[in-house]
């Protein structure tokens, strides 16, 4: 006798999806996914000096504004996951809200993003590990991550890092699920007692975040100086992401979304301003140069500012490892519609893991090869970090897009009663709220989107002045963009050959008439 499906398993097949991922994760796990993606403690380190070199200590209120504006998009995420419990958020939500066609193009741009991020995420470890012990520093001597020795250090420590993540991808999810979670309770003490640490030898006022400090336009520094904040509030979907693996997905997806962005934001910010107090100087250039670890290491002495480093370096290994999940999650769902190349083998999930391990080693391949572009320049530092994160963005905008002209058009419900989620309870709704917010969402997101991807020289090629890094966004999306024309032109073509009669070939229809 065949089981009955379980109440997930049973929302999963109104999809028309059977389940294959191992359903095993409860609501702290997912929390741990969308909040390793984020991972602060990873992201404000490796950006911190870039925010502070261009803003100045007021980049500190880009961290607020940066954080409403994500929540925006958080309220319409959480909305969809309530409503739409399925690996590959993005694409699915952007293929229900919009089409097969435009929703494909959502998932390949975030696809080919999450694999940037990944490759951006294993390049931190250069920013903690030389702080620690300088013996960590394999080539050369200077340690800076946009420096040719730094840059090489880190591509190399990134090789070594995607090599192991991509090994615990091809295990069980609950190891994986299990190490999020150590990593992100880690992760949380670590940042709160930054935080209580710095305050206790805080010598400057508040009032120090009203200062650029810099000479010239201090709105063009500060939307240089959002990127920090822009790339370190990013990925809170990722909860959404492993919805097929999470028990009760309806009912806690939504709320971990908005809990993971929430703390996480809410915890960089408190980490900036309690660093901006507490640096031993704001003016001898260091703190642009070697960012948060020079302040902890400077005020906190080596023995106590090491080890916080230490919780650092663990949280980097714990958010590379969530996004690279996060990562094979999209690549299997769009596997799975078998609207990829190889989406037989991408689609493939192991009986006896639950894990999809064709798209695991896809994931840490392309993103060992993006690394290696350190080798060759400190400029892909900055080019690699800003290009994912614009790619995201764009990604989000076409998930907020549809759904706002769906709002408008009437054909949205999300303020109805549309029945309720695994645990009884209505699902999650933004009422009335609804559309003001994704109206703020679609407006921030597009606007950000267009900041972040702005040609600046000065921000993507500092060091080497060369154009094709200027342009490594735009250039990188082009070229996205245009392979998934090409590629989704190629299997349009194929699939009308596949369907007509061949040379010599007499159908049914033909020998009837005859």
Not at 445 to 469: D, I, K, Q
């Given at each position: 006798?065949t ?26 796990a ?9 991972s ?10 870039l ?9 500190f209120?880009?961290?607020p ?12 995420f ?7 419990p399925?690996?590959?958020a993005?694409?699915q ?18 696809v ?5 991020v ?27 991550p ?31 699920a ?10 949380i ?16 006022e ?37 919805s ?55 005020t ?11 919780d ?42 639950g ?15 993006i ?6 320049s ?26 706002l ?18 645990s ?8 009335r ?11 921030y ?27 490594f ?19 349009a ?22």
């Open positions: 006798m089981p009955s499906p379980s109440a997930d398993e049973s929302v999963l097949e109104r999809f028309g999806y059977r389940q294959e991922l191992h359903r095993s994760m409860g609501r702290y997912s929390f741990a996914a969308g909040f390793s993606f984020i602060v403690l990873t992201t404000v380190f490796q950006f911190f000096g925010g502070f070199s261009f803003g100045g200590p007021a980049f209120w880009t961290w504004l940066v954080l409403a504006g994500q929540l925006m998009v958080a309220l319409c959480a909305e969809l996951a309530a409503r739409y399925i690996s590959g993005i694409y939500w952007s293929s229900r809200m919009g089409n097969a066609t435009f929703g494909w193009f959502a998932g390949w741009i975030m080919l993003g999450q694999v940037v990944i490759a951006a995420a294993a390049l931190a470890l250069q920013v903690v590990l030389p702080a620690i012990w300088p013996g960590f520093q394999l080539i050369g001597t200077d340690p800076s946009v420096s040719a020795d730094g840059a090489a250090n880190a591509a190399l420590f990134g090789v070594i890092l995607l090599a192991a993540t991509t090994t615990v991808n091809l295990l069980d999810n609950k190891i994986m299990r190490i999020n979670v150590i990593g992100v309770t880690a992760e003490i670590g940042a709160v007692l930054i935080v209580v640490l710095l305050l206790t030898h805080a010598d400057r508040p009032t120090i975040t009203f200062e650029t400090g810099l000479p010239g336009s201090a709105f063009a520094a500060l939307l240089v100086a959002a990127f920090a904040a822009s790339y370190v509030l990013i990925g809170f979907d990722s909860a959404g992401e492993l097929e693996e999470t028990r009760k997905a309806s009912a806690v997806a939504p709320r971990t979304i908005i809990s993971a962005l929430g703390v996480a934001g809410l915890l960089a910010c408190l980490i900036v301003f309690a660093a901006l107090l507490a640096a031993p100087s704001l003016t001898d250039g260091r703190l642009a140069a070697e960012g948060l670890s020079y302040v902890l290491t400077s906190l002495g080596d023995g106590v500012g090491k080890l916080l480093l230490a650092v370096v663990v949280a980097i290994c714990v958010a590379t490892l969530a996004i690279q999940t996060s990562a094979t999650r999209m690549l299997f769902s769009m596997a799975r519609d078998g609207v990829l190349p190889f989406a037989s083998r991408l689609a493939r999930v192991s009986p006896r893991t894990m999809p391990t064709g798209p695991a080693l896809v994931t840490g391949v392309l993103a060992a090869l690394v290696a572009i350190n080798f060759v400190p400029d892909a530092f900055l080019a690699i970090g800003t290009t994912c994160i614009v790619a995201l963005y764009l990604a989000y905008a076409m998930v907020t897009g549809p759904l002209w769906q709002r408008l058009r009437g054909s949205w419900q999300g303020g109805a009663p549309e029945g309720t989620d695994e009884g309870r209505p699902l999650f709704s933004l009422g709220w609804g559309l003001p917010v994704n109206v703020l969402a679609v407006v997101g597009v606007g950000m989107a267009v900041n972040l991807a702005w040609p600046r020289a000065e921000v993507y090629a500092p060091a080497s002045g060369e154009w094709y890094f200027q342009w966004t735009v250039l990188f999306l082009a070229a996205a963009v245009g392979a998934g024309v090409l590629y989704r032109w190629s299997a073509r194929k699939q009308r050959a596949a369907q007509l009669p061949q040379v010599g070939e007499v159908t049914l229809t033909d020998a009837a008439n005859a």
